[in-house]
């Protein structure tokens, strides 16, 4: 099995489940062992809720750690210095509240506050006039919900909740469109987030991550590229050039989400550095651009399976000689792709989680339909292809479902980076299940589950998108063959 993290000084309340098992009440943060012998999950120790993303950013990327003196500080247990402001004024999770008090806090506001205002909101993103500004709806739940302690729960400064921990919440969340972003929960601004908490300098976070944090502006992620196969991210073309004291960047990205987004304001730029000598992963910078720059232009908005997603966008961008301070690069020339993969990990168990919260909702919807709609005599529930469809669904959710959260698991316990085959693995399964039960669950409404009365048809759109969007499928097996045939010829030689 793997390492445990070391025991934390907390105390903790005991709890007795069905079977005997005793769970620890949380005041801390819950590690877990996966155990190969039962193939099982077992709770080891506890780490104080204030552990830094650093823990999980020195795992990931070895030289993190003595890059600065903050990430030093917190790889010792000192956290980074993230300002008291911005935590004062951005964290509003409540205090003590226990993962499963939080999971169903979040799915009543869910059922009760969001999902009854979806027709209103996606009709003006569909079809209204305004559809690039922000719904005054939105802004207005955000602030229920930020008063209510239900904001910024994946960032563990703010909610003391470990990547298992939250993984539920991400799935209710995931039950509706507009969900995400009420928490501000969501993509592509969680992973800038944690890109600017885990390795942004105390300026950077002061510009940046505390109007984040706040809401009050949002972010773009800028590294697919139109003129390359992007699944190899060793093919970038983009430029990051030293000019003086500036930055020079050029370059062409699509699908940069957010990027049409009245309220974003700062991308972040994954370049390549014009430098044969260095090695193949250490040629990519990352960094901040303001969306004001000179020289960078949202060139058009494009669709996905006819979804443009307003306000949000997903934007082809050029960025025609972009000149910014040195000051904007992020931890340092060349360590882009340690950034990324740092960034990528809880961001798959994110979207993953989310993908398994639409497809519940979808099952929940196909069920509701089979039970009232009548068919050569009968409901569609009693007949045996719909019984069938919805069988295989629940199954194939229950299956994804237990698989992300071994993998939400194995992040907390042993990062990332010693993770990438559980990662791989759910980036492989989560989409691909979604999209086919979100699939069934339109064939049983039939014409229906084609428009927009219902979300399956945008859900659909995104499970599909998730299949390319992070590293298509193809990409994540072959890792994970790589990792297994690594694991099984080490079996043998012993």
Same mark, same amino acid.
């Given at each position: 099995?793997?390492?445990?993290?070391?025991?934390?000084?907390?105390?903790?309340?005991?709890?007795?489940?069905?079977?005997?098992?005793?769970?620890?009440?949380?005041?801390?943060?819950? /590690?877990?062992?996966?155990?190969?012998?039962?193939?099982?999950? *077992? %709770?080891?120790?506890?780490?104080?809720?204030?552990?830094?993303?650093?823990?999980?950013?020195?795992?990931?990327?070895?030289?993190?750690?003595?890059?600065?003196?903050?990430?030093?500080?917190?790889?010792?247990?000192?956290?980074?210095?993230?300002?008291?402001?911005?935590?004062?004024?951005?964290?509003?999770?409540?205090?003590?509240?226990?993962?499963?008090?939080?999971?169903?806090?979040?799915?009543?506001?869910?059922?009760?506050?969001?999902?009854?205002?979806?027709?209103?909101?996606?009709?003006?993103? =569909?079809?209204?006039?305004?559809?690039?500004?922000?719904?005054? !709806?939105?802004?207005?739940?955000?602030?229920?919900?930020?008063?209510?302690?239900?904001?910024?729960?994946?960032?563990?400064?703010?909610? $003391?909740?470990?990547?298992?921990? =939250?993984?539920? %919440?991400?799935? #209710?969340?995931?039950?509706? %469109?507009?969900?995400?972003?009420?928490?501000?929960?969501? @993509?592509?601004?969680?992973?800038?987030?944690?890109?600017? *908490?885990?390795?942004?300098?105390?300026?950077?976070? +002061?510009?940046?991550?505390?109007?984040?944090?706040?809401?009050?502006?949002?972010?773009?992620?800028?590294?697919?590229?139109?003129?390359?196969?992007?699944?190899?991210?060793?093919?970038?073309?983009?430029?990051?050039?030293?000019?003086?004291?500036?930055?020079?960047?050029?370059?062409?990205?699509?699908?940069?989400?957010?990027?049409?987004?009245?309220?974003? !304001?700062? &991308?972040? &730029?994954?370049?390549?550095?014009?430098?044969?000598?260095?090695?193949?992963?250490?040629?990519?910078?990352?960094?901040?651009?303001?969306?004001?720059?000179?020289?960078?232009?949202?060139?058009?908005?494009?669709?996905?399976?006819?979804?443009?997603?307003?306000? *949000?966008?997903?934007?082809?961008?050029?960025?025609?000689?972009?000149?910014?301070?040195?000051?904007?690069?992020?931890? $340092?020339?060349?360590?882009?792709? +340690?950034?990324?993969?740092?960034?990528?990990?809880?961001?798959?168990?994110?979207?993953?989680?989310?993908?398994?919260?639409? @497809? #519940?909702?979808?099952? +929940?919807?196909?069920?509701?339909?089979?039970?009232?709609?009548?068919?050569?005599?009968?409901?569609?529930? #009693?007949? $045996?292809?719909?019984?069938?469809?919805?069988?295989?669904?629940?199954?194939?959710?229950?299956?994804?479902?237990?698989?992300?959260? *071994?993998?939400?698991?194995?992040?907390?316990?042993?990062?990332?980076?010693? /993770?990438?085959?559980?990662?791989?693995?759910?980036?492989?399964?989560?989409?691909?299940?979604?999209?086919?039960?979100?699939?069934?669950?339109?064939?049983?409404?039939?014409?229906?589950?084609?428009?927009?009365?219902?979300?399956?048809?945008?859900?659909?759109?995104?499970?599909?998108?998730?299949? %390319?969007?992070?590293?298509?499928? #193809?990409?994540?097996?072959?890792?994970?063959?790589?990792?297994?045939?690594?694991?099984?010829?080490?079996?043998?030689?012993?």
């Amino acid at each position: 099995g793997r390492d445990a993290m070391a025991p934390a000084a907390a105390s903790a309340t005991a709890t007795t489940m069905a079977g005997g098992r005793t769970l620890l009440g949380r005041t801390g943060v819950t /590690a877990l062992r996966w155990s190969r012998a039962s193939k099982g999950l *077992h %709770l080891v120790s506890r780490r104080p809720s204030t552990q830094s993303f650093s823990a999980l950013a020195t795992s990931c990327c070895p030289g993190a750690a003595s890059t600065t003196a903050a990430t030093k500080a917190s790889a010792e247990g000192g956290g980074f210095d993230l300002h008291s402001s911005q935590l004062s004024t951005a964290a509003a999770a409540s205090p003590g509240a226990s993962p499963s008090e939080l999971r169903e806090r979040v799915r009543d506001f869910v059922t009760s506050r969001i999902i009854p205002l979806e027709a209103t909101v996606l009709a003006k993103s =569909y079809d209204g006039p305004d559809r690039w500004s922000v719904p005054p !709806e939105m802004d207005a739940l955000k602030a229920e919900a930020k008063a209510q302690g239900l904001w910024n729960l994946f960032l563990p400064e703010v909610s $003391g909740l470990t990547n298992r921990e =939250y993984a539920p %919440l991400a799935e #209710e969340m995931g039950r509706s %469109l507009l969900a995400p972003e009420v928490f501000n929960c969501n @993509a592509p601004d969680t992973g800038n987030m944690e890109v600017l *908490h885990m390795f942004g300098t105390a300026a950077q976070k +002061e510009q940046w991550l505390t109007p984040l944090l706040e809401g009050r502006i949002r972010s773009a992620f800028a590294m697919t590229e139109p003129d390359v196969a992007s699944s190899d991210a060793t093919n970038m073309q983009a430029t990051v050039v030293e000019d003086g004291d500036d930055l020079v960047l050029n370059g062409r990205k699509w699908w940069t989400s957010n990027a049409a987004h009245p309220r974003c !304001e700062l &991308f972040i &730029f994954m370049g390549q550095v014009p430098d044969e000598s260095l090695p193949r992963h250490a040629r990519h910078s990352i960094v901040l651009v303001p969306k004001s720059a000179p020289g960078l232009n949202v060139v058009r908005r494009l669709r996905a399976l006819g979804f443009d997603d307003a306000p *949000h966008g997903h934007c082809e961008v050029e960025f025609d000689n972009v000149r910014v301070p040195k000051s904007n690069i992020v931890l $340092g020339k060349g360590r882009g792709f +340690e950034i990324a993969q740092a960034r990528l990990g809880p961001g798959r168990i994110h979207h993953c989680m989310r993908l398994i919260g639409m @497809a #519940e909702r979808s099952l +929940e919807l196909a069920c509701a339909r089979a039970t009232s709609r009548v068919a050569f005599g009968k409901p569609l529930a #009693e007949q $045996g292809v719909v019984q069938q469809q919805i069988a295989v669904s629940r199954t194939e959710i229950d299956q994804a479902r237990l698989l992300t959260l *071994h993998t939400a698991s194995a992040i907390d316990e042993v990062g990332a980076k010693r /993770a990438r085959k559980e990662i791989a693995m759910i980036k492989a399964v989560a989409p691909k299940m979604a999209q086919a039960v979100v699939d069934r669950c339109q064939q049983i409404h039939g014409g229906m589950g084609l428009c927009t009365d219902t979300p399956m048809a945008h859900f659909f759109m995104w499970a599909r998108a998730l299949r %390319l969007a992070d590293g298509p499928d #193809e990409v994540h097996l072959a890792s994970i063959a790589k990792a297994e045939l690594k694991e099984q010829a080490a079996k043998t030689l012993k």
